[in-house]
């Protein structure tokens, strides 16, 4: 399988940068799986082309993306810069789920619960039983019927019985 995508390094840079507008292009080049310089060269072609404008703000840089800005291509030249950050870009409150999943559409993942069935060693151990009897599957009749005779038993060694 070959390992190409959707959008180009360009694209990839622009997302970035509209996630987080302080970023540094080490932290981008990095995300993205290119080299720093190569970053600083499509940052410095984007801000040429009226995409990007750069602020300087103490020692750090501030991006601010054009979002009305058209697409380049003819066959995206109706689309600006804001529709497709929109459609690739999470809202941030779809972001914690995301991380949780893939799908933003599909509610988050629940942590499977992983129970033994009871045994009748278990309802043994367990002393007085009630809570057991009420938490058993339906199919296991004879778990069941095991677990109220324990609780017979019980029952009547606290009231004396010899038996």
């Known amino acids: 399988m070959s390992d190409w995508t959707f959008f180009s390094n360009y694209g990839h840079v622009l997302v970035c940068l509209s996630r987080n507008n302080e970023v540094r292009l080490r932290d981008v080049a990095a ?3 290119i080299t720093e310089r190569a970053v600083q060269k499509i940052v410095k072609d984007m ?3 009226g995409f990007i404008t ?3 703000h103490g020692r750090c840089n501030r991006y601010r993306l054009n979002k009305r800005k058209s697409l380049r291509h003819h066959l995206e030249s109706h689309c600006n810069v804001g529709k497709l950050l929109a459609l690739v870009t999470r809202p941030d409150s779809f972001k914690a789920a995301a991380n ?3 799908n933003i559409d599909s ?3 629940q942590p499977a619960v992983r129970t033994e069935p009871p045994t009748a060693a278990n309802i043994r151990q367990a002393g007085s039983v009630p809570e057991l009897t009420q938490a058993l599957p339906p199919q296991d009749l004879k778990v069941q019927k095991t677990a109220k005779k324990k ?3 019980l029952a009547g060694q ?3 019985s010899l038996f």
């Open 31 to 33: 995300e993205v799986g």
């Open 47 to 49: 801000q040429d082309a």
């Open 54 to 56: 750069i602020s300087k």
């Open 100 to 102: 949780k999943t893939d």
């Open 107 to 109: 509610p988050p993942l």
């Open 151 to 153: 609780n017979k038993l």
């Open 158 to 160: 606290k009231q004396g």
